[in-house]
Every structure is written in C-alpha cells, then in structure tokens.
C-alpha cells in the first residue's frame, strides 16, 4: 500500500500486511455505531456499556486524544483533518483501534465486548478493519434528520470546547458522512448486517429500541 502525505507535515503511513484479522469473531465480538453527528451514538453507546458490557471505543475519541499526545507523530495532521472535518487516513485509526482492543483484551483474559462508535466512516475503513482486525458482528446505525442533529450539536458546542461544534465545521460534517459513511452502512445492510434506529426521538425510547434489537440478535443484558 502506498504512503499517505498529510497535508500539514507529512509523515509517511504505512499499513503493516496481513493473512489473518488479529483477533477471532469467536472470542471477540465487534458491532460498529454509525449515525450522523449529533445522533446520540455517544448516549446509546454508555447504555449498552452499563447494561451489556461493552467496552465503548470512540474512533473520533481515540484520534482526539492522539493529537494531544505530545509525542505524536501525526497529532498535527490529525488536527488538521478534524478541522477540515475530513477523514483521517484509515491506517492511523485502524491502528490506534487495534491498540485499544489488544490493551483490553488483554486484560480480560482473550474476550472482548466493542462497540466502535462512529467507525467505519469509508468503505476502505470497513473493509481494511474487517480483513486485518476482526469482522463485525453487525452495525447498529442511528437514522436521525440533519436539522436535528444540527440543533443537537450546537447546543452542545455551547459547552463541549470542540473545535468541530460549530456551524461551518458541522455543515462539512454532514457533507461528509452522506458522501463516505452512507456507502459503508448501505454495504453492510446488503449483507443482512445492519440495525437501524430511529433517532429523533427522546434518548429513553431510543434505548428501548436498541435493547429489542440487541435481544433479537442474541445479545441479553447483565444480571
């Protein structure tokens, strides 16, 4: 695979090859969160950590953090993506998301629970994770109207600090996830893999929705 140029500092990025996805569909199960932003993916997600045992990685988290670490070598480029409210190339996130699962799978013995909220956000994300990671179990998608979301995440700009919660950088989010992410949940829902949720409602009954869902594809809450 070819080296990806950042557009700030570029540094080289290179995707080591695989046979095999590192971790095992038996021991480990994936189910990706994709919606718009301001879906509530963040809301559902601590739900279903409380309630199933999940643990919660957010691809967008995990990137935001990354370009904090001081030693980063790609913090600068990562920043730049996200202010653009472009994609971050697949490798840094697929790697930064294998990182986190081997930390705790580790500690928890070789299984894992994961929901990975907003990712894949590409078809090659999808595809790249499913070859070299592990294949998802299924995505669940929050279905949410654009002028919603959009109320939704000015709000929270008010009070979240993010540099991505404001109208310009909201619009090219919406742009983007239509035009890359809606390709991703439509591959998955051809191959019987895709849940979705109506989102517009409150976060109460869309929880409801997600529980009916996980127990129809064999997933009970904890005792």
């Not at 008010?158 to 035009?179: L, P, Q």
Request: glycine fraction near 8%; include cysteine.
């Amino acid at each position: 695979m070819p080296a990806i140029e950042s557009p700030a500092d570029k540094p080289r990025i290179t995707a080591p090859k695989k046979d095999t996805p590192t971790f095992s569909p038996g021991k480990v199960s994936v189910l990706y969160v994709l919606g718009g932003p301001g879906a509530g993916k963040g809301t559902q997600c601590a739900n279903l950590v409380r309630d199933y045992g999940f643990t919660h990685l957010s691809a967008g988290d995990l990137l935001r953090a990354e370009q904090d670490r001081p030693d980063s070598q790609f913090g600068s480029m990562i920043k730049d993506y996200i202010r653009e409210g472009t994609i971050v190339p697949m490798e840094v996130t697929v790697q930064l998301l294998e990182n986190a699962m081997t930390e705790d799978i580790r500690e928890k013995g070789g299984y894992g629970r994961f929901l990975i909220d907003g990712f894949p956000r590409k078809m090659d994300q999808a595809i790249k994770f499913e070859e070299s990671v592990c294949p998802s179990r299924f995505t669940l998608f929050f279905d949410c109207p654009e002028d919603i979301m959009q109320q939704r995440l000015l709000n929270r700009g008010k009070t979240s600090g993010r540099a991505d919660d404001n109208a310009e950088s909201i619009k090219k989010r919406f742009k983007t996830f239509v035009e890359t992410s809606m390709p991703v949940v439509d591959y998955f829902e051809k191959q019987g893999k895709v849940v979705k949720i109506p989102a517009s409602k409150p976060p109460d009954e869309v929880y409801a929705d997600v529980k009916r869902s996980m127990s129809q594809r064999g997933f009970e809450q904890l005792e």
